[in-house]
């Protein structure tokens, strides 16, 4: 069974720092990997996704996320955090013998990064 | 930039009562999905729907719940009893398929007293 593993619950940054949010995923087969984020009373953004192409992803807003099969981790990343960033951030894993596409996804705990002046 | 859109954002109902949670998936999508987040809680699935008719559903989508997908447009989450336990964020998804990604909707806040 495929699983997602948010190592941290709560990250705190200041403003103009680097943001690191770090996700380990348990596959069985080539895996889908998303970053979705959830601001207060909002819904779920699609921030990057990962589809067996290149293993650095670009997203929006300047978040990227490597895929590191070895370590079986697809962390996200920022250089610089600003005060709009602060959300709950999910890694996610698509149950899915192929990649991409029609199979539902997995979850993982969620992070919450606040952001400080 | 298409969206998926869900009514009522906000939804309470007595225990016992039924719920229909409404969402408009973005059009040219192919594969929907209903998703649930109990407060505090991580985000759970729920059911997904290709060609009119369910294609996997979890262990909580029991008896209780059904969806629809009536008219080509609106696709219905529907609660036949509600109990306590159904309070959530219910999410509905969508996706074309193929290596995109899934487009949520902003959610229906579901209280249930």
């Known amino acids: 069974a495929q699983s997602v593993t948010q190592l941290d619950s709560h990250v705190s940054v200041s403003e103009g720092t680097p943001v690191l949010l770090r996700c380990n995923y348990s596959s069985s087969y080539s895996p889908s990997l998303f970053w979705y984020v959830q601001h207060p009373n909002k819904g779920l953004q699609l921030l990057l996704k990962?589809?067996?192409?290149?293993?650095l992803v670009k997203g929006i807003n300047g978040f990227e996320a490597e895929f590191k099969k070895s370590e079986t981790s697809f962390h996200l990343t920022k250089p610089s955090a600003h005060m709009s960033d602060a959300a709950e951030y999910f890694c996610?894993?698509?149950?899915?013998?192929?990649?991409?596409?029609?199979?539902?996804?997995?979850f993982g705990a969620g992070t919450r990064l606040a952001v400080h002046p | 930039e298409p969206e998926v859109t869900q009514t009522p954002s906000h939804q309470v109902t007595q225990m016992g009562q039924e719920v229909i949670l409404r969402c408009v998936p973005i059009s040219n999508h192919l594969y929907f999905y209903w998703y649930r987040q109990i407060l505090g809680q991580k985000v759970e699935f729920l059911v997904s729907f290709y060609n009119n008719e369910i294609s996997e559903k979890s262990e909580i989508f029991d008896d209780q719940f059904s969806v629809e997908r009536p008219d080509g447009s609106n696709f219905t989450l529907k609660i036949r009893s509600t109990k306590l336990e159904d309070s959530a964020m219910y999410f509905c998804?969508?996706?074309?398929?193929?290596?995109?990604?899934?487009?949520f909707g902003s959610g229906t806040r579901l209280t249930v007293v």
């Open positions: 990962y589809t067996s192409a290149a293993t």
């Open positions: 998804a969508s996706t074309p398929g193929g290596s995109y990604g899934y487009t």
């Open positions: 996610v894993v698509s149950d899915s013998l192929f990649s991409g596409g029609y199979n539902k996804l997995i």
